[in-house]
Every structure is written in structure tokens, then in C-alpha cells.
């Protein structure tokens, strides 16, 4: 929390100086990445660049906060007018009084209202910022919001209704021989997966040790997936094989950290059609991916190639 403390500190007050701070914002961060692109293409020493990206972050986090403000102050408006008595006029000329005053501010509707959104949910632009490895950014902040009030989370828990083909975890028998563990289950979910063993939400998969041939299709939800793939790494020197299924969200930390550790991959054609408990299928709004941990990935690359592409990872 130090560093929200610290950006909101040097923030300005007013809706001028905050729209005048992010549009400047905006151009120096553009140049400050081009800085970091430049260093590390002409090969200058990591400490270099290394302080030029404790810059941006910085930068970031602070353009973020802006924008939260920005939108505090934008979703005042209506509250400042109000001495009409027709309602409908009166909201009428708080809209076009709002959309003039983004306009003077340099910022398009569509801003506005991202603004807003970004106001409305600072618990999680507070999040984004604390916890981002890498610059925080608004595209993450509003796929979190989204993922929020349009959730689309697939979990092998108790508490959730999604649950994988069969055909996919015959597969994953074929390619591993069995199944000894299912950290991320539930009763009903292991109808179908069959594992010798299961951890559910009760028992907490995270906090338990990991051994022999693992099927894992862990909750999906942001802060769920990130510690069931923190866990997956530290327990592959534990396990026999894996074969783990997630969304293909390539341009998230989690993923980029786990991809390159598998043996092989499989990008199935088209979503996959998960399904409830009462026999209905569910497609969530991304691709899937089903990544394999172990020696035996030619076998996974002949089985799960029926599904789409696959490739060894040539790491």
C-alpha cells in the first residue's frame, strides 16, 4: 500500500491539472519504454535498464491513480447540478454538460466512461498496481473489472458447475497411464476424472504436497490461478508427469511464467465446451490450452494433436 500512498501524494487536485498530468503521463511513458527498448537492444548493463523499468512502474501506477481521480470527479458532475424539477431535462443537461467537459479535457467518451469504470472498482487498480511484475496498465485493470462483473470462471471446486469432457481426460489417462492426483477438484468433478486422489476446496490443494501423475484444471479466477501455477512450479520436481488445462491468456504474467517450463503444448481447435451438472455446456469467452510437464510429451503431441495444433517445447 506504501506505493499507492506515495503516487496518490503527488497527484494534483483539480480536474485540469489531473487530465493535463495524464495526457503528459501518457507521452513520457511512451518514450520511457522506447528507453528501455533502445538499452536493451544496444546491450547496455542491466542496472541501466533495470532503474528505466523501476521508472515506468512508477509511471504507471501513478497515470493509473490519475485516472481513478479523474473519474471521481467526472461521476460528480450530476451531484453539482439539481435545482430543475423535470428529472428527464435535468439528466439530459448533465449528460451534455459531462460529455462538454471531457471534451474541453482532451479526452474522448469512451475515456470518460473507462475513467469511471477505473473509480468504481479502485480496489482492484490498487491490486493491479501493487502486485504487477511488470508496468501496471489500464487493459489489465478492465479485463479484471470484467472478469468481475462478467465472470466466466471454470474451477474444479466444490462451489462451481464446470467440468471437463470426458474425452479430454481419457486422453490424458492414454498419455500419463493414470491419474493419482486432482489438486483442484470436487466430489462431482471426479465422477468424471476418476482420480486415485483428490484435493477440494475444503482441503486445500495449495497447502498439501504434490506426487506422481497430476491432472490439473485449476479455478480461473485471477488471484485463484496465479497461486495454483506458483504451486505448480514449485512441486515439479515432486510430481511424475502433469497435464495442466488453463485458458491461453498469453499476455498474463502467470502464463508466461508456466509455458515455458512445460514439455509440449496443445492449442484445441475452438473453445472448449465444458459442462454442468445438469448435462448443460458452457463455452467460456477465450481459448484453452492444455500444457504437459514431463518425458513423455511425444505421446502427448500423437494423443491430444486430434484436438489442434501441438508442439514440443524446444526449451
Not at 154 to 161: A, L, P, R, S, V
Not at 202 to 221: A, C, H, M, R, T
Not at 269 to 292: A, H, N, T
Request: aromatic share 8%; proline share 3%.
Amino acid at each position: 500500500m506504501n506505493a499507492i500512498i506515495q503516487y496518490e501524494s503527488i497527484l494534483p487536485s483539480n480536474l485540469e491539472d489531473l487530465s493535463k498530468f495524464v495526457l503528459i503521463g501518457k507521452e513520457k511513458l511512451i518514450s520511457v519504454k522506447a528507453e528501455i527498448r533502445a538499452m536493451k537492444n544496444l546491450k547496455f548493463a542491466e542496472e541501466v535498464y533495470k532503474q528505466k523499468e523501476v521508472e515506468a512502474k512508477e509511471l504507471g501506477g501513478a497515470l493509473l491513480l490519475a485516472k481513478v481521480r479523474i473519474g471521481e470527479l467526472l461521476k460528480k458532475i450530476p451531484k453539482e447540478q439539481g435545482k430543475r424539477t423535470d428529472l428527464e431535462l435535468i439528466d439530459t443537461v448533465v449528460d451534455k454538460l459531462k460529455k462538454e467537459k471531457v471534451k474541453d479535457l482532451g479526452f474522448s467518451q469512451k475515456e470518460s466512461e473507462r475513467f469511471q469504470q477505473l473509480a468504481e472498482n479502485k480496489d482492484i487498480v490498487d491490486e493491479v498496481i501493487e502486485n504487477s511484475e511488470d508496468i501496471p496498465t489500464q487493459t489489465e485493470c478492465l479485463k479484471r473489472i470484467h472478469e468481475k462483473k462478467h465472470p466466466h470462471v471454470i474451477q474444479n471446486t466444490g462451489d462451481n458447475e464446470w467440468y471437463t469432457p470426458q474425452k479430454y481426460i481419457e486422453s490424458a489417462k492414454l498419455v500419463m497411464n493414470t491419474i493419482d492426483l486432482d489438486p483442484a477438484s470436487s466430489i462431482e468433478a471426479n465422477k468424471i476424472v476418476q482420480a486415485n486422489n483428490i484435493f477440494t476446496i475444503e482441503d486445500d490443494g495449495l497447502s498439501k504436497d504434490w506426487f506422481g501423475n497430476v491432472w490439473l484444471n485449476p479455478p480461473y479466477s485471477t488471484d485463484s490461478i496465479n497461486k495454483f501455477i506458483d504451486k505448480l512450479i514449485n512441486e515439479l520436481g515432486h510430481i511424475e508427469q502433469c497435464i495442466l488445462l488453463v485458458n491461453n491468456a498469453t499476455d498474463t504474467i502467470w502464463f508466461q511464467k508456466i509455458v515455458v517450463l512445460c514439455n509440449s503444448i496443445c492449442f484445441p481447435k475452438g473453445r472448449i465446451k465444458f459442462y454442468k451438472v445438469d448435462s448443460e455446456k458452457c463455452s467460456p469467452l477465450q481459448g484453452q490450452c492444455f500444457l504437459y510437464f514431463g518425458d513423455n510429451y511425444a505421446n502427448f503431441i500423437k494423443e491430444f494433436l486430434k484436438y489442434g495444433w501441438c508442439v514440443k517445447n524446444e526449451r
